[in-house]
T-cell receptor, first 112, second 111 residues
Framework: SAVISQKPSRDICQRGTSLTIQCQVD?????MFWYRQQPGQSLTLIAT?????????ESGFVIDKFPISRPNLTFSTLTVSNMSPEDSSIYLC?????????FGQGTRLTVV | GENVEQHPSTLSVQEGDSAVIKCTYS??????FPWYKQELGKGPQLIID?????GEKKDQRIAVTLNKTAKHFSLHITETQPEDSAVYFC??????????FGKGTMLLVSP
């Protein structure tokens, strides 16, 4: 199995500020994924991040709002920019290994 | 794109009873169907998965069935225990990289 360390586990942020979430994988992986899980809802894919190229964003998500970095094969960050209360969610990073998806423990973000 | 419907949204059972959660999908090209358990404050954990070349898979108290003709798959938990209480998500994928999730089922097992 793949181990993904995600931090912070939770944060309370002021509107208008930005938060960067980090994910570290215990081995090199080609793709990393970022999901949003709004309260009581399912997981929605924000973007796919490959090392050495720009992230691919899903419909409804844009780079200016959710910039992603993928500096190497074990690490990625997601920034939630210019936050508003509507951004309050759990954010999860994920990767795949041997056809199975593994998730970080999530970052519970509350914007006040 | 793929659309996954999951039912029920909540399910309450008594300890020892069985629980069944059902999902349907829209993309006939999907060939991988995992189930995840998410406990409070944690990320989803894979509990069982099935690929389109089999119709049923079992792992101790958990089983998954797949009907490709009808495009639906189900999770069966037998002899439920309070620690089975969690949110369960089904998902479908037609590629190695992208999963489409159902909306989740909150399972509550009462002692």
């Amino acid at each position: 199995s793949a181990v993904i360390s995600q931090k912070p586990s939770r944060d309370i942020c002021q509107r208008g500020t930005s938060l960067t979430i980090q994910c570290q994988v215990d081995s090199q992986v080609t793709m990393m994924f970022w999901y949003r899980q709004q309260p009581g809802q399912s997981l929605t894919l924000i973007a796919t991040a490959n090392q050495g190229s720009e992230a691919t964003y899903e419909s409804g998500f844009v780079i200016d709002k959710f910039p992603i970095s993928r500096p190497n094969l074990t690490f990625s960050t997601l920034t939630v920019s210019n936050m508003s209360p509507e951004d309050s969610s759990i954010y999860l990073c994920s990767t795949h290994r041997a056809g199975e998806a593994f998730f970080g423990q999530g970052t519970r973000l509350t914007v006040v | 794109g793929e659309n996954v419907e999951q039912h029920p949204s909540t399910l309450s059972v008594q300890e020892g009873d069985s629980a069944v959660i059902k999902c349907t999908y829209s993309d006939s090209a999907s060939n991988y169907f995992p189930w995840y358990k998410q406990e409070l404050g944690k990320g989803p954990q894979l509990i069982i998965d099935i690929r389109s070349n089999v119709g049923e898979k079992k792992d101790q108290r958990i089983a998954v069935t797949l009907n490709k003709t009808a495009k639906h798959f189900s999770l069966h938990i037998t002899e439920t225990q309070p620690e089975d209480s969690a949110v369960y998500f089904c998902a479908a994928s037609n590629r190695y990289s992208t999963l489409t999730f159902g909306k989740g089922t909150m399972l509550l097992v009462s002692p």
